[in-house]
């Protein structure tokens, strides 16, 4: 049976169906009689103690792999090791309420009181008794836990949707694609997806209703297509695809090492999207800097607020790693579909368009300063650039740079060293700051386009929404107009300006970029040497024609095929 959806990561894969579906469990307050209360004294701290094997099972398998992680699981078993909270939950029981009951009610008073203090460190501690409390109420209600941490071999998730959260703790080792029912190509999720590259089909409606746990199912995230139960034909077929598309794979990979440049060796600097520095390390060779340090990782990954000590040991990590080429830090970029499991946040009806990146930060500015403070103090040991996402007005980067410089006063005045030369930057992903380039180039030192958020607010179509991917593609002839005004400004007032969203690393696009003048494209690092590939087929001159092609079209769909003809013209020859 063939599923359509949308191929959001590239590959093919085929395995056994894991149903990723958080368990639901509905509560309400009920009595039960003195002797049931008896036993369930005794039921409670059996699974009390089944609670901390399993909690004590994911810190030891995460010790090696990822001990900041481990941590957490280690904090969970001191929360349910807490006397004063098993008293409560003992006296619930005693006074008859059903187990479940003691247990949502006695977790519910600690995280009213813990999410009423003033210091976010504690407050933010509300989640992780979020997390102990669900995992209790799990085992009263007898359903075995599902977490996308530790897989079987060959596995192929599905989802709903995939949160970033999720996407972090994946078992990158054992699954080997993921299908959700939402999401789009610029999710966070496929961003991720594509950099551990595994293969990612979005958009299938009710998979998770349709698919049973441990079903054989073939992804091919090339076609968009899922076949599920398939017969032997289908999986021969499917084994014949994978096979050439790796070996296409192979041809393109001894681009890696060399330098991306036109056929005329006019050099285009591509760098690598970092969220932490992973698998990414290994490629640091082959790219000529960090074009998008997504610093909301190490938040997300990190299960408290980091502290600055803690930040500035990430960062100082990936600068020393970095070895003298650029990083661009980005700061805090939370909001849309990317939250602090640890921070509670008011509900908003449009994240996309609320409090997100920035504007976040700067309702919050000590822990704006926070960052800031480590990002300078980081800035000794290379060459770092602070890039401010979200921007759509001029007083955004005015608020940004005074934060930025009060991080610096605030340094001095402890006696903390950073590079006082550190270059301050902007994404253009509000389509307002990009027509306000002018004025925009004038205060900082460079921008980066945020192709993805960029698209998305030029064509009012949520990048998440596998519905209205159409919506969003139909964008690209508007946007490349745009980024080439832009880029022309800033470029006038010699200031640099870079690609960083998804675009920049997709070979159709990169490119009209180039064409542009656009001299640095930073992407995922499944990205690189497909768009070396593609940017050794034409010369300079070659590029700025396609470029002037380009912006008189008006379709996409124009674009894409003008561009797949000159590329594959270009193989051929
Ligand atoms: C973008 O919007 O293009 C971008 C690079 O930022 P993010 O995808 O993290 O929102
Ligand atoms: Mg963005």
């Known amino acids: 049976m063939t599923y359509q959806g949308n191929g959001i990561s590239e590959g093919i894969a085929n395995g056994r169906i894991y149903r990723y579906l958080p368990a639901e469990i509905h509560i309400t307050r009920q009595s039960v009689s003195k002797s049931e209360a008896g036993q369930n004294l005794e039921k409670f701290q059996r699974l009390r103690r089944t609670a901390m094997q399993e909690l004590l099972q994911m810190e030891h398998k995460l010790q090696t792999t990822d001990p900041g992680k481990a941590k957490i699981f280690a904090a969970h078993q001191e929360m349910l090791e807490d006397e004063e909270l098993q008293e409560s939950i003992s006296n619930a029981i005693e006074e008859c309420y059903s187990l479940d009951w003691a247990i949502e009610s006695s977790f ?315 270059k301050v930057g902007i994404m253009i992903e509000i389509p307002a700051i990009a027509l306000l380039a002018e004025e925009a180039a004038r205060q900082v030192d460079f921008a980066s386009i945020g192709t993805n958020d960029l698209l998305q607010y030029l064509t009012a179509a949520d990048r998440q929404n596998a519905q209205v991917i159409k919506y969003y593609n139909a964008g690209i002839p508007a946007v490349l107009r745009l980024i080439d005004y832009v880029n022309q400004i800033f470029t006038e007032q010699g200031k640099t300006v870079s690609v960083c969203g998804e675009m920049g690393g997709d070979p159709v696009y990169a490119p009209i970029f180039a064409g542009m003048g656009i001299r640095k494209l930073s992407m995922g690092m499944s990205r690189i040497t497909a768009v070396k590939q593609a940017m050794s087929c034409f010369s300079a001159e070659e590029l700025c024609a396609i470029k002037d092609c380009v912006l008189e079209m008006d379709s996409t769909e124009q674009i894409v095929s003008f561009m797949k003809a000159e590329i594959a013209g270009k193989r051929d020859k």
């Open 108 to 422: 519910s008073q600690f995280i009213t009181l813990l999410s009423k203090a003033k210091d976010p460190l504690i407050s933010a501690r509300t989640a992780d008794l979020e997390d102990v409390k669900n995992r209790l109420l799990r085992l009263v209600a007898g359903v075995p836990e599902r977490n996308l941490a530790e897989l079987p071999p060959d596995t192929i998730v599905v989802a709903y949707e995939l949160l970033p959260s999720d996407t972090a703790v994946i078992d990158r080792e054992h699954v080997k694609g993921i299908i959700t029912e939402i999401g789009g190509v610029t999710s966070h999720t496929a961003i991720i997806a594509r950099s551990y590259g595994i293969p990612a089909v979005s958009g299938v409606t009710d998979a998770l209703e349709c698919f049973q746990d441990g079903g054989e199912i073939i992804i091919n995230a090339l076609s968009g297509e899922v076949i599920y139960a398939p017969t032997q034909e289908e999986l021969l077929e499917a084994a014949h695809l994978k096979n050439e598309y790796m070996k296409e794979k192979e041809v393109s990979k001894q681009f890696l090492v060399r330098p991306c440049q036109t056929s005329d060796h006019v050099s285009v600097k591509t760098g690598i999207n970092i969220g932490a520095l992973e698998e990414e390390e290994s490629l640091l060779p082959y790219v000529d800097y960090i074009g998008l340090f997504r610093t909301e990782f190490i938040y997300m990954d990190s299960g408290h607020m980091p502290t600055e000590e803690e930040q500035y040991e990430a960062y100082r990590h990936i600068l020393e790693k970095a070895r003298g080429k650029t990083v661009v830090l980005r700061t805090l970029d939370i909001g849309g579909d990317k939250v602090l499991p640890y921070l509670e946040l008011p509900k908003e009806e449009n994240p996309f368009l609320g409090n997100r990146a920035l504007r976040f930060c700067l309702e919050h500015e000590e822990l704006f300063i926070t960052q800031l403070r480590a990002a300078l103090r980081a800035s000794v040991y290379g060459d770092l650039w602070v890039m401010f996402p979200m921007i759509g007005s001029i007083g955004d980067i005015r608020s940004a740079l005074t934060a930025f410089e009060a991080a610096k006063r605030s340094l001095e005045k402890d006696r903390l060293p950073f590079d006082d030369g550190t």
